[in-house]
């Protein structure tokens, strides 16, 4: 049975209390937060201790969950690590590269679990997603598009939207390319008069040639939540909310080059046209409807049950500390190049030994 605290009463902290409160192998102890009234609901909720500060619930779990505002991570995950507590902290691991490197460092040597929040990395179309994606696995170089988009929350204030929103996309993308970052490209725009940007388009590129492209935005109309994978040999669309996979490929014919365009004399090209795409160009649809894999799944419990089996069998969690380190780099970097206005060399060096 894992003791687990929980540091943030808010509303991603009353999220996490709701799937540990369920979970079998643990027992919910108590919750710390600075607000009065935020603490003592989740606690008279729950029917566990109300605590004032992180060094009253250190001695009393196993573990704590982190769902403070970001600006607060390091401050809070700090006293925790060294404590050889195990900790799940929500994403961004922190707004800085040396923040999140001195947490990571401090797990690693305690040897605690450092869990961090990525919680579309359980999200199934993503698991069905990869599935397809040996060829850009495997190194080959693709074209990718990821937007993120909602309105405005007034949650997360004390960072843009590239460490609120397109740091989940950029966990993803990161983690299924296997090439260094060499340079990013980015512009951002504070709609709200802000410290931070409320809208960012950011342009990267990794040695093996794949370009990736993400857009997010914290002031649209629209909640989207989507990511387009190109290769060679097929496109791959992924919609994260409503859990559909969409591929879309070429057939063996177009594969082995037999309508190269230089070889098609013009008679032949008139003749082929009008029906071409759909008749060489495969698309499969899946959706929860014919792949049960994608339907309804608490991704946020799936995110509980890999932290409480890391804890309990030594393993390491899907978005460890360490792995999360590359994603704040980078994002970093992208709002580097926002407020420079300049495209920016990513400096990789950094990133060895971690």
Known sequence: ???????????????HADKAATHKEIELVGVVDPSEH????????????ELNTVDEIIPLVDAVVIAAPTSW?????????KNGLHVLMEKPMCSSWDDAQK?????????????????????PAWLLAQ?????????SPAIVDAVRTSGYTFRSTDIGTVFDMMIHDLDLVLSLIPSPVIWVDAAGLNILNGQHEDIADARIRFENGTIARFYSSRTDSNARRKMRITSMSC??????????VKKYQPDQSVLEGLFNPEHISPNIAEKITTNFMEEHFL?????????????????LAKEMEDFVESIQTGRQPRVSGHRALTAIAVAETIVDSIRKKIPIPFNSEKLKGN
């Open 73 to 81: 991570h390091c401050k809070l995950g700090e006293p925790c690590l």
């Open 103 to 123: 947490l990571a460092e401090i797990a690693r040597q305690t040897g605690v679990v450092f869990q961090i929040g990525h919680v579309e990395e359980f999200n």
């Open 38 to 49: 935020a603490r003592k609901k989740l606690a008279e909720k729950y029917h566990i201790r």
């Open 1 to 15: 049975m894992v003791k687990l605290g929980i540091i943030g009463a808010g509303r991603l902290g009353s999220f």
């Open 131 to 139: 599935e397809e994606l040996h060829e850009v696995k495997n190194g």
């Open 283 to 299: 698309v499969n649809e899946m959706t929860s409807d014919t792949v049960p894999a994608l339907a309804a799944v608490d991704a």
């Open 235 to 244: 496109s791959v669309t992924i919609d994260f909310g409503a859990r559909i």
